[in-house]
């Protein structure tokens, strides 16, 4: 099993930035890639960024490249969001999610409760 944690999530103005973690536990955090998933409301759930278990290839949504940044410190296994120049349709409950491998799949297991990030305009 492994627990997901997020924070960081808040009320911001556009063009704002915010960093989002992720704090694991329960098994090996370096056995697994990370993802990050938004879902804003009355949509579905969609990717956000995903990074591998060293760090080494991040992936990120089209809507988010060149504003998010996702990073990973093994030594705390905690993986991070780091968002940039937001715009209101950022606004979404943001959750964490533990992949099924080291390598990025698209399957994951385990998630976190998600939280909640607002930008207004």
């Known amino acids: 099993q492994v627990q997901l944690v997020e924070s960081g999530g808040g009320l911001v103005q556009a063009g704002d930035s915010l960093r989002l973690s992720c704090a694991a536990s329960?098994?090996?955090?370096?056995?697994?890639?990370m993802g990050w998933f938004r879902q804003a409301p009355g949509k579905e759930r969609e990717f956000v960024a995903t990074?591998?278990?060293?760090?080494?290839?991040?992936y990120y949504a089209d809507s988010v490249k060149g504003r998010f940044t996702i990073s990973r410190d093994n030594a705390k296994n905690t993986v991070y969001l780091q968002m940039n120049s937001l715009k209101p349709e950022d606004t979404a409950v943001y959750y964490c999610?533990?992949?099924?491998?080291?390598?990025?799949?698209?399957?994951?297991?385990?998630w976190g409760q998600g939280t909640q990030v607002t930008v207004s305009s």
């Open positions: 999610a533990a992949d099924r491998d080291r390598e990025p799949t698209g399957l994951y297991d385990y």
């Open positions: 329960g098994r090996t955090f370096s056995n697994y890639a």
């Open positions: 990074i591998s278990w060293s760090g080494g290839s991040a």
